[in-house]
């Protein structure tokens, strides 16, 4: 049913609902206005379907509108909408016959103030920090001395150039292998991660520098796509990045395991100064040569001082230390026995005193004699009978005698005679 | 010596033996024998550092999805 024969409708005639809609649906596409129209507000109620159709409203102070945005439109979007971001929409407004209702259909979205591919790359930071991309620790150390460089960026232009000259300038025995990548515009980023994945399999270099020269954001997007930041994180190969100058910084900047300001910087660091390398490895010989001399001049000296020892320099010099030992020895020896001979000496001496004064010889002396009958002592007088012959024992001679009395000595004094 | 030691590895040795030397616990005979090694070492080096000859090829992809690599002349070396 068309417009023209709605009009001409008896107007006593009712509609259906779905007439009327379409009928108004009709005006509304067919004003010039409504067709392409900018609009300012803020997201809320944002709603991302499975489809891919982002469905949300916009709103300012004091009015709101429901929005949608299909697929197609959302697909080429460069960041995602969130609630309560300020933002301009383009597109028309229309009306959802089924429901009665119109609405903004949006084909772009513009973040008010900043630029979308500033928010895009915000974004991308941010969930890539926050799933851990860009730790420290997932850093992979870059060769001190790399044999073989590979280098991801344009064959043409400076930054190439640059990369090999600082190379052959600073370590010349390093081999460059160039990947030449298209480093803006499209199928970039897709040639980026291609060579990534390259040098990765293939193993075929130490270190591998990505990069390019400066440029707007725009000329830098490829090196801050996700995909290329996810196959840097899982490569092997440690990348250094320089991408545009020294204020840019990009995803690829981030993620990979050492960030160069500028292409030459990422050269420098890629490699040792072969200057410094001489320096070192000169260094290397003088401490070499004066450790080994310092080495045998130590053993030497320790052979030395065992030559300079008493017992080689004098064998017999022991053996004369151990004669004189015994001599020691007997010495003491000697002595110790003639001291205890002595001692002795001096004993017998004593007891020969002793015994001396004990003599009965020493007793007759004093006056005293001793009588006897054929060498038999007579000790009583029990012994004697007269007329026995005895032997009187004096100190200097012997009395032949005979007994003429007795007399007994008693208690009493009285004597008894013996007859 | 020992093929396909790399330059890095050559260094750390270095830094290996010439430290045990100036340690002094060797014996006469290891520490002559690791001075020799370490001699051996340095000529390696400065072989590979002398080695100024700088190549740079770039990568030439093949139909069959290999690479080849062929010199490559940025315009300075064309001058």
């Known amino acids: 049913m068309d417009i023209s024969s709605l009009r001409e409708r008896q107007s006593t005639e009712p509609m259906t609902v779905a007439q009327l809609n379409s009928y108004i649906k009709n005006l509304f596409d067919r004003d010039k206005l409504l067709l392409t129209v900018s609009i ?13 159709h982002f469905y949300f409203t916009l709103k300012d102070s004091e009015s709101q509108i429901k929005a949608v945005m299909f697929r197609s439109a959302t697909q080429k979007l460069k960041f995602l909408p969130e609630n309560g971001m300020k933002v301009i929409l383009r597109g028309s ?15 772009n979205i513009e973040p008010d103030g900043i630029g979308a591919l500033y928010l895009a790359y915000e974004q991308l930071k941010a969930k890539l920090e926050a799933e851990g991309l860009f730790d420290r ?3 992979l150390p870059l060769p001190k001395y790399p044999s073989k460089i590979g280098v991801i960026t344009s064959p043409t232009g400076a930054a190439v150039r640059d990369i090999i000259n600082v190379i052959r300038r600073r370590f010349p025995p390093a081999k460059i292998y160039l990947y030449p990548s298209l480093v803006q515009g499209s199928g970039a980023e897709e040639n980026l991660i291609e060579a990534v994945d390259f040098f990765d399999r293939s193993k075929l270099c130490d270190v591998v520098i990505i990069g390019r ?30 991408v545009g100058h020294e204020t840019d910084f990009t995803i690829c900047d981030f993620v990979s395991d050492l960030r160069a300001p500028t292409p030459s910087a990422a050269a420098e660091l890629s490699v040792p100064d ?7 490895v000169d260094g290397y010989q003088t401490r070499l040569t004066s450790a080994l001399i310092s080495h045998v001049k130590l053993k030497r000296e320790k052979l030395k001082s065992i030559e300079q020892s008493k017992v080689l320099k004098n064998p017999l010099l022991y053996y004369e230390n151990l004669k004189e030992q015994v001599e020691d020895l007997k010495e003491s020896v000697i002595n110790a026995y003639g001291r205890k001979l002595e001692v002795t000496k001096n004993k017998l001496a004593v007891i020969a005193e002793k015994t001396n004064a004990l003599s009965p010889l020493n007793v007759l002396a004093r006056g005293y004699s001793v009588v006897s009958i054929n060498d038999k002592v007579i000790k009583s007088a029990d012994e004697l009978k007269i007329n026995d012959e005895i032997q009187i024992r004096l100190s200097d001679a012997t009395v032949f005698a005979s ?17 | 010596m020992r093929k396909n030691i790399k330059f890095e590895q050559a260094i750390t040795e270095l830094e290996d033996i010439i430290e045990g030397l100036e340690n002094g616990n060797l014996t006469l005979d290891e520490s002559i024998k690791k001075f020799e090694e370490a001699v051996e070492l340095i000529d390696f080096c400065n072989k590979t550092i002398e080695k100024a000859e700088q190549k740079v090829s770039v990568l030439v992809k093949n139909a069959d999805g290999t690479t080849t690599d062929m010199p490559f002349e940025t315009e300075e070396d064309a001058d």
């Open chain 1, 40 to 52: 300012r507000g803020e997201i809320s109620n944002f709603k991302r379907h499975t489809t891919g």
């Open chain 1, 93 to 107: 407004v229309s009306v959802y016959a089924k429901d009665g209702s119109y609405q903004f259909y949006a084909l």
């Open chain 1, 137 to 139: 620790f997932t850093k």
């Open chain 1, 213 to 242: 020269g400066g440029g707007s954001i725009e000329d830098l997007w490829a090196f801050n796509s996700e995909a290329l930041a996810r196959r840097i994180f899982s490569a092997q190969v440690p990348i250094i990045s320089a």
């Open chain 1, 274 to 280: 072969i200057r410094e390398l001489f320096i070192t």
């Open chain 1, 403 to 419: 007994v003429e009395k007795i007399y007994t000595e008693e208690k009493n004094d009285e004597k008894e005679y013996k007859v």
